[in-house]
């Protein structure tokens, strides 16, 4: 399998409590993996290690075929500096549960501060691209608009047109709902939906099981920092083996 991500062993913890206890998983490029399970089960730590937001304990992560903080030099591993972590970073990219926009700046100039800043692409070739990205999103109409003045919903999805202008291989959703008043969900996921569709490589922590049965290649189940279950859409979800999936399945559809 041609993985994106390769989890082997990886282990997380912040103090006594173990966040991840071992989670062994691969990601192959294109396939949509959705993560599901209770609050506190390790869902969003490790979208967090994949992005190198946090840093394992134990254990080894491969994102875009490089070992993720550290590169190799003969037989010994060397720690990456925050500048060459950063560099990792790039070819993902992360949407949160909150937006996290510049307040201070327009959608546009919010979805082309990176391209330009970071990646010093010309500032009119880059808001060419953001234009081309809003429009896929709904929101050429809001280019001059500040985030203050836009819903939720439409928030978010600058948020996702403004990851997508780095160009990532891989795309990281935490729970990008959770924080949306229930009517502009649909808008949010039909963003993701038609990005599943164009072959973008998607890894997404969610409780909209319905969106997961649709879109996801993948479903894994996690409790308490593990991988408790892993199939299809219609195993995972529809005949769950595990007794503990049955259970929140049963308490997320009651």
């Known amino acids: 399998m041609n993985s994106i991500v390769r989890a082997v062993d990886v282990r997380k913890s912040y103090g006594e409590f173990k966040a991840l206890q071992g989670i062994t998983l691969d990601v192959a490029k294109g396939e949509v993996l959705c993560v599901i399970g209770p609050s506190g089960s390790g869902k969003s730590t490790f979208l967090r290690c994949i992005n190198q937001l946090e840093k394992i304990n134990d254990g080894a992560l ?3 075929g490089e070992l993720a903080g550290y590169r190799r030099v003969g037989n010994r591993l060397h720690e990456l500096s925050e500048r060459q972590v950063a560099r990792q970073r790039l070819s993902t990219g992360m949407v949160f549960q909150k937006f996290h926009l510049f307040p201070h700046k327009t959608v546009l100039e919010n979805v082309t501060e990176g391209p330009v800043q970071v990646l010093k692409r010309r500032r009119a070739e880059a808001e060419e691209e953001a234009r ?3 429009t896929r999103v709904g929101l050429a109409h809001k280019c001059d608009a500040f985030p203050v003045e836009l819903s939720g919903g439409q928030q978010q999805r600058v948020a996702i047109a403004r990851a997508l202008a780095m160009h990532p291989q891989l795309m990281l959703f935490d729970e990008p709902t959770s924080a949306l008043d229930p009517e502009l969900v649909g808008e ?6 038609d990005l599943a569709r164009s072959g973008m490589t998607m890894i997404v ?3 909209e099981l319905g969106f997961a049965r649709e879109v996801a290649n993948r479903v894994v189940f996690m409790d308490q920092g593990q991988v408790v279950e ?3 859409p219609d195993q995972v979800l529809g005949q769950p083996k595990h007794k503990r999936t ?8 009651s």
């Open 62 to 64: 491969w994102v875009n």
């Open 132 to 134: 081309s990205l809003l």
């Open 188 to 193: 949010v996921l039909a963003v993701m939906r």
């Open 205 to 207: 922590v969610t409780h």
């Open 230 to 232: 892993t199939g299809t």
């Open 246 to 253: 049955q259970d929140f399945i049963s308490a997320v559809l």
